[in-house]
């Protein structure tokens, strides 16, 4: 059975495209049959793959104007990888669907009907929130998050959750999020550092061992419209995808499946910090960024990291049950225990 993975986050500029376009050609390499699909209206998947195209023959048209299947699959450089390619008409997609029935699963349709061909299908999210994201959300198994080592990424961390949630509840789609993954991480600098290890410790899934680096040459390559193992294999960047390709290859040995909707309750304002007010719960676990905790409510277990770094934000984090945090709490040592 074929996954189908969405790269999401409604943050701009996180490196959803690139990670798109890298981790299907290392699929493609690694012998998974892969298909990637372009569901932006910016469609620069298609551009930075050079895929070439016929007007007609775009994911826009195999939705909403009754073009063949077959027609709209392009192949690349690479002989396990096609793309469907998108153009500037999916943003009239989002006027046209409104009155379509069952909008919300055009996507997750066109997938079902050739999804037993292919290993691997990624679809590459817009940075927004529309009924094209519902779409493709909808038509995903699975979620990876590309995150930017970069302190805004931090805050929008539970609006995003949020986003995802809402799919489960509210549409019933049991979306799972496969990872979070670290991107234009940068090791000399103290900044990026400190929120790569904040990240790791306050998003309450699975976060990826492998953190992509900032790269000249992953950014010069859709110049060249090629993926980064083309022009540039034995960069960091291109190490890196590789590794991330791996990864999630053999992510559902590993890792822990979330398949039940988390809870998200905000039950108390803790602080006046000018940045952080809420509390977040989940089924799994609660975790509040917060300066302080006053509650007779709240008779959890907490543990007070305070961070080092520019931020000068202490984490508190609430366990529901300590065996869903195993590997937080091997990472401390005796005395934090």
């Known amino acids: 059975m074929s996954r189908v993975i969405a790269i999401f986050n409604q943050k701009g500029g996180v490196g959803k495209t690139t990670t798109a376009m890298n981790v299907s050609g290392y699929f493609a390499i690694l012998g998974k049959k892969t298909l990637l699909i372009d569901f932006d209206p910016q469609y620069n998947t298609t551009i930075g793959l050079g895929v070439i195209h016929e007007p007609s023959e775009t994911i826009y048209h195999a939705l909403l104007a009754g073009q063949q299947i077959d027609k709209v699959i392009k192949r ?3 002989a396990r990888l096609d793309v469907v390619p998108a153009s500037q008409d999916l943003a009239g997609a989002l006027v046209e669907l409104i009155e379509v029935p069952d909008r919300e699963s055009l996507l997750k349709k066109f997938i079902d ?3 037993d061909q292919y290993d691997f299908i990624l679809v590459d999210l817009g940075p927004t929130v529309n009924l094209l994201t519902v779409n493709g959300l909808m038509a995903a198994d699975e979620v990876v998050i590309p995150v930017q080592c970069e302190y805004y990424s931090l805050e929008g961390i ?6 995802v949630h809402l799919i489960r509840e509210n549409l019933g789609h049991p ?5 979070a993954l670290l991107t234009m991480y940068d090791k000399r600098e103290k900044l990026s550092r400190d929120i790569a290890r904040e990240i790791r410790k306050r998003f309450p899934y699975k976060v990826y061992d492998v953190e ?3 790269s ?3 950014a010069e390559s859709p110049r060249f419209q090629k993926p980064i193992m083309l022009y540039a294999p034995q960069s960091p960047g291109a190490i890196a995808y590789e590794e991330l390709a791996k990864e999630i290859i053999r992510g559902d040995e590993n890792q822990k499946e979330y398949i039940i909707p988390p809870k998200r309750d ?7 910090h000018p940045y952080v007010e809420k509390t977040y719960e989940y089924d799994y676990g609660t975790y509040t960024p917060a300066i302080n905790i006053k509650s007779e409510e709240i008779k959890k277990e907490i543990i007070e990291e305070e961070i080092s770094s520019d931020i000068r934000e202490p984490l508190v984090l609430m366990i529901h049950e300590e065996g869903d945090f195993k590997d937080f709490f091997d990472s401390l040592t005796p005395e934090r225990k």
């Open 76 to 78: 690349t450089y690479l």
């Open 113 to 115: 009907r050739i999804r």
């Open 158 to 163: 539970p609006q995003l959750l949020d986003t």
């Open 175 to 179: 979306l799972k999020i496969s990872g």
């Open 212 to 214: 992509i680096p900032r």
């Open 216 to 218: 000249v040459a992953l």
């Open 266 to 272: 905000v039950f108390e304002t803790i602080s006046s």
